[in-house]
């Protein structure tokens, strides 16, 4: 028999006598050391190869790959036998050791606020509809009765997405209403979440690509009364029961009359301060009754039917109930902000 197969049954031999008297982890690792480590007796086998007759190497080398193979595999059996044993689990796990915490996510801010506001608006009775955020210049802007000369139909406030002008990328979630309008008979009670896009500088106060929640009341005989009474009762759920609140005039091309709505600066009690701008006043949505107009392209008849609508930055919301004066700070990913909510 060759040299070397001799004395590689003789390492098999002392390797088994070894391991058989392994009865824990620090006695395992000292064999593992002295049969497989880098400079172990079964690496100096292979080491001692090369001065073998070549006619012998093949047989040689693969009764050498065998040998390792097996002492390996009887090694990480009697491994997995000592991991399994109760006496050797004992010494490596302590009971009186406080856990390891596993953190786990929580909901984004903006998110928590739109299933705020519409966990509010559905208790009132209304229902959630959704529209694509790809929209036609029809939906976004004509049935809107906004007129061809429109400034938000210019290129400086609008991502187009052809060149003539017909298909681009929703400034408001206002086309839901027509698209709700038109597939659904009055009464029409929805509100429509969703993110929207426009063409503007990035800065502490605008962004490309935000949020809005706008709400749609169509029926006989509704009045400007049931508006403002829903908004209030939204305020006052929202932000508090002592929130104070006003609606001044203003202008939107599918609504008339229109009104913005604000509420009394949380953080100054209207006093003045620099998320107010020193007005003691903050705005947080618009809101109007439906244009006839608006009412004429769905074939709702105008002497039948009236209707609200009002409109939010879901954004806009968030930062002034949590004091946040730049909104780029909820999309930065900073989790030491986001761990505030």
């Known amino acids: 028999m060759n040299a070397l197969l001799e004395k590689s049954d003789h390492i ?22 002295r049969f497989l480590s880098r400079n172990g007796l079964v690496a100096q086998l292979f080491e001692q190869l090369k001065d ?7 047989s040689v080398g693969k009764a050498l790959n065998i040998l390792k193979a097996r002492i390996l595999d009887q090694f990480n059996e009697k491994k997995r036998l000592l991991e399994r044993s109760t006496g050797d689990r004992g010494k490596e796990l ?33 229902s959630i509809a959704y529209g694509p955020e790809i929209e036609s210049d029809y939906y976004n802007f004509e049935a809107l ?7 938000a139909r210019d290129m400086q406030d609008t991502f187009f997405l052809s060149k003539g002008k017909k298909v681009l ?20 009670r929805e509100i429509m979440p969703g993110r929207v896009y426009r063409n503007e500088a990035v800065s502490a106060r605008s962004l490309v690509s935000f949020h809005q929640i706008e709400g749609l009341y169509v029926d006989r005989g509704v009045t400007f009364s049931d508006l403002k009474g ?26 008339e009359p229109s009104a913005d709505m604000h509420i ?10 620099r998320m107010c701008k020193y007005g003691g006043w903050l705005e947080i949505l618009g809101a109007g009754m439906v244009h006839p107009h608006v009412f004429k392209y769905v ?11 009002f409109g939010m930055g879901i954004e806009r919301i968030a930062s002034l109930r949590y004091g946040v004066d730049d909104i780029r700070m909820f999309y930065e990913n900073d989790v030491r902000f986001l761990r505030q909510f």
């Open 94 to 126: 302590d009971l009186t050791l406080p856990g390891r915490p596993r953190p786990i996510g929580t909901r984004h801010p903006i998110t928590q606020t739109i299933d705020e506001i519409r966990q509010i608006f559905v208790s009132m009775g209304f």
């Open 230 to 255: 829903t908004l209030v009762a939204f305020a006052r759920q929202f932000y508090g029961k002592d929130v104070q609140y006003r609606f001044r005039p203003t202008f939107f091309p599918f609504t």
């Open 145 to 151: 009765n906004f007129p061809p000369d429109h400034p």
């Open 12 to 33: 098999q031999r002392e390797f088994d006598e070894a391991l058989a008297q392994a009865n824990d982890r620090d006695e395992l690792e000292r064999v593992r050391i």
């Open 52 to 58: 073998v007759p070549i006619e012998e190497k093949p």
């Open 299 to 309: 074939g709702y008849d105008p002497e039948k039917y009236s209707g609200f609508a």
């Open 169 to 188: 990328l929703r400034t408001h979630t206002s086309p839901v209403q027509i698209r709700t309008m038109e597939r659904q008979r009055p009464p029409v």
């Open 264 to 273: 009394s600066c949380f953080l100054c009690k209207g006093s003045g301060c």
